[in-house]
């Protein structure tokens, strides 16, 4: 069922205000529902997915595009179990960030509050409508979401399954409402909403985030693209390397957090590419390198060396230092995941500080930059910005703080 943007925004300000108020285990309950409600209802999700699914092939979509936008009943029952994964985590809303009594005995309190109604805007992947809809009625926000066209049919399928679980549970079915996803139209009017929408979250390409984050009056919070990078120390295990490298580039290769360019240090350039690079081909990997150097790669340029591809190509180099590997991915690094094989503390340490990401891992694929991985539920998106949200972003980020002052009669 989709809204008009201030129609929805109205009523989701009436849901946030009910959603404020609502007890630990209400949003449980209906977060249990929910996942149950999905799993009851797979079937039909799946057809109206495969809906969207065959539109996708028609209009020529790509492999990667496919997978992000496609569900079957293990997914469905993946998504359903983020849902109560979701539910067995501390609730942050009332949480007491600090708090002290003042020299002059006024008591102050730091808590955790609702931002009210989140609107997001995303891109192909349908699971992004129910972690969404779960992590901000668990933070206790109204979600508005504006998915893409390409996936309007799992989407509706999907928001609907919630609904109907809300309304069960004596909430209210408008703090999960999907705008129309035909006309651009509905992205400007939602990000043109200030007032009516207390935050804006892109999820989706560079072209989509930077859209939103020009172009809104609303505040936003920044997720961004991933073009993650393997940096092979002179130091690594270079079995170790292997699998992590084959693990980050094609374990999933069509999501933010599959490494899409390797650094391997002059020192074991050889020793190393005569393992990974067959290692690669087999796993269907076009490297985009120095021929000279790569055996069978596809010549590099500059801008494959800042390409996030979500495909089975990877760019790669050999660097003569860790200075090396560090200024390389300062140029082409996107502020996402950046990890190092070594078996140096003095490497870990230097990269881990001069590398600017939201994570930044030691021995291990950047494939656990995730929000369910790292412990806090699905995610509403991994932020690369600087701001209160940076990397995978869960239910502390879906909120703001308010003090509470309390006194005796006190006067300034």
């Known amino acids: 069922m989709a809204h008009d943007v201030r129609t929805a925004a109205l009523a989701a300000r009436e849901a946030a205000d009910i959603l404020a108020l609502t007890t630990r285990a209400a949003k449980d309950a209906a977060l249990v529902a929910m996942a149950g409600a999905l799993v009851a209802r797979t079937p039909e999700i799946v057809k109206a997915n495969d809906e969207d699914v065959a539109r996708g092939r028609v209009a020529g979509f790509s492999e990667a595009l496919l997978d992000r936008l496609a569900l079957t009943e293990a997914r469905v029952g993946a998504i359903a179990a983020g849902l109560r994964q979701v539910a067995g985590l501390p609730d942050p809303v009332g949480e007491v960030v600090r708090g002290s009594t003042l020299p002059n005995g006024l008591e102050l309190r730091q808590v955790r509050v609702p931002f009210g109604v989140v609107g997001i805007i995303y891109e192909a992947r349908p699971n992004v409508t129910v972690d969404a809809a779960g992590l901000c009625l668990k933070s206790g926000n109204a979600a508005l979401l504006r998915g893409s066209s390409s996936a309007r049919s799992s989407n509706a399928a999907l928001v609907e399954v919630l609904r109907d679980a809300l309304a069960a549970q004596g909430l209210p079915a408008d703090a999960v409402q999907l705008l129309d996803a035909e006309s651009r139209e509905s992205v400007h009017e939602l990000m ?8 804006l979250i892109p999820r989706g390409g560079a072209d989509l ?83 000279a150097v790569f055996a069978g790669a596809v010549a590099v340029t500059d801008e494959d060396f800042g390409t996030e591809y979500l495909s089975l190509d990877l760019s790669a180099a050999v660097v003569d230092s860790l200075d090396a590997a560090v200024r390389h991915i300062k ?82």
């Open 192 to 199: 043109r909403a200030r007032g009516l929408v207390d935050v």
């Open 209 to 291: 985030i930077r859209t939103v984050v020009e172009g809104s009056t609303v505040p936003v919070i920044e997720t961004g693209v991933g073009n993650c990078h393997i940096y092979v120390d002179a130091d690594a295990d270079l079995d170790m390397a292997l699998r992590i490298l084959l693990n980050a580039k094609t374990q999933r290769p069509s999501v933010c957090n599959a490494a899409e360019s390797l650094l391997v240090h002059a020192a074991v350039a050889e020793e190393f590419l005569a393992k990974a690079l067959p290692a690669l081909a087999d796993a269907g990997v076009t490297v985009h390198a120095d021929p």
């Open 331 to 412: 140029v082409y690094g996107t502020g996402h995941s950046e990890a190092i094989i070594t078996r140096s503390q003095a490497a870990a340490r230097a990269f881990t500080a001069r590398v600017d990401a939201a994570a930044v891992l030691v021995n291990a694929s950047t494939r656990f930059t995730d929000g369910e991985e790292f412990g806090f539920g699905a995610e509403i998106g991994i932020s690369t910005q600087k701001l209160h949200a940076r990397g995978p972003m869960g239910l502390p980020e879906l909120t703001s703080t308010k003090y509470v002052v309390t006194g005796d009669g006190h006067i300034r």
